[in-house]
């Protein structure tokens, strides 16, 4: 059964850096869309960034565009968010979440597959 676990989050200072990753378990990691959301306390989930499969074409909001880089490494069957200069209104729980995607599009209208969501907190 497919399945997908987050880690890398943790309490950052403004302007510092983590980066999370996404491992995956199951087979053909390559052919699986990636996206990272974030849920901020009383906020609606948002889109972070998304990856195609294959190709890996790639997809930031404004927010985050910039500072904040998506990867995958398909040998590792993982991908990564690579987040800096952290502000204080990235804070949130990040999930990362998979399906079988086009080549072209980063991001799906759906994902049937969800980690459990990381914390990350910006403070000082």
């Known amino acids: 059964q497919l399945q997908l676990v987050e880690s890398g989050g943790g309490l950052v200072q403004p302007g510092g850096s983590l980066r999370l990753s996404c491992a995956f378990s199951?087979?053909?990691?390559?052919?699986?869309?990636i996206g990272w959301f974030r849920q901020a306390p009383g906020k609606e989930r948002e889109t972070i960034s998304c990856i195609s499969s294959m190709v890996g074409t790639t997809f930031y909001a404004d927010s985050v565009k910039g500072r904040f880089t998506i990867s995958r490494d398909n040998a590792k069957n993982t991908a990564y968010l690579q987040m800096s200069s952290l502000k204080p209104e990235d804070t949130g729980v990040y999930y990362c979440?998979?399906?079988?995607?086009?080549?072209?599009?980063?991001?799906?209208?759906?994902?049937?597959?969800w980690g459990q969501g990381t914390q990350v907190t910006v403070s000082s």
């Open positions: 199951g087979f053909s990691f390559a052919y699986y869309a």
């Open positions: 979440a998979a399906d079988l995607g086009s080549l072209a599009s980063p991001c799906l209208s759906h994902y049937d597959f």
